[in-house]
């Protein structure tokens, strides 16, 4: 990389981390006053730094322009797809991705299984919502007034026996899901589909999609299911770093410590994980 554009594209985390003035500027880069001026100066003119009256420097407008049309612009599906379809290769089952839009979570992608029983999911078409696991990854990462608001709002169908019964149940599920970074329908929504899902991450560490793997239990048990849960955390990891340039940062929630599904019985599971 050319000495001078590095040098400039230093200057930025620099005011990130607050205002700074011309010498502080220089001390940081480890350059001649005239020198820092002169990057500063460009990075000026092209909006990237505005000077303000106390003649310290801030990280201008037209950077943060830049940073949300990125954003916007950005397709997780077509950052995820081939993920997903790697994901789809080693396992075998149906893989989905997922996103929550204006109060519904809709299937963006699908990757079909390679086993003759298929599934009826649709891209474009909602998902159960108090029940699927790509949901409950989606709404798990809502902030609290916002998760309970819409729990006290959404319907609860008897889809199952294992459906969630009500908004108390569901929120008490969200919590869980919140805190140890991964989801399962194990029969909410069909007796005989289960799911494992986890969530995909931008930069800000907020998720911004989810991806799953589901199959019937006459080709994968629920037990067989979840040992493949690594490889989907895994998945999702790896989109969440292509997607956010980099190594997303955590969200507060996926700080937390996740406990490994295996070293709990399937009973406990089951009471735990069930819709």
Known sequence: MSQTVDRALS???LLAEGPANLEQVATRLGVHKSTALRLLRTLH????????????????????ALAQEAVE???????????????????GHTVHLAVYEENEV????????????????????????????VAKLLLADLPGPERRTLAERLTYPAYTSRSTPNAAAFLKELATVREQGW????????ESINCVGAPIRGADGRVVAACSVSAPN???????LL??????????????????????VSHDA????????????PEKRAEETSS
């Open 45 to 64: 003119e092209h909006g990237m730094v505005y000077r303000q009256q106390d003649q310290r420097y801030r990280l201008g407008a037209r950077l943060f």
């Open 183 to 190: 989801a399962t329908d194990f029969g909410g929504h069909e």
């Open 254 to 265: 996926a700080q937390a410590p996740s406990h490994d599904p295996s070293h709990e019985t």
């Open 106 to 133: 809709l299937y963006i992608d699908k990757v079909e299984s390679r086993y003759p029983v298929r599934m009826y999911s649709r891209i474009g078409k909602p998902v159960a919502i108090t029940v699927a696991a």
């Open 73 to 91: 612009n950005l397709d997780v599906r077509e950052i995820a797809h081939p993920h997903l379809a790697a994901l789809n290769e080693r396992c």
């Open 227 to 248: 040992s493949l849960l690594p490889l989907v955390r895994r998945t999702a990891e790896e989109i969440s770093r292509e997607y956010s340039g980099g190594a997303p």
């Open 218 to 224: 006459v080709v994968v048990s629920a037990d067989e």
């Open 11 to 13: 200057i930025l985390p």
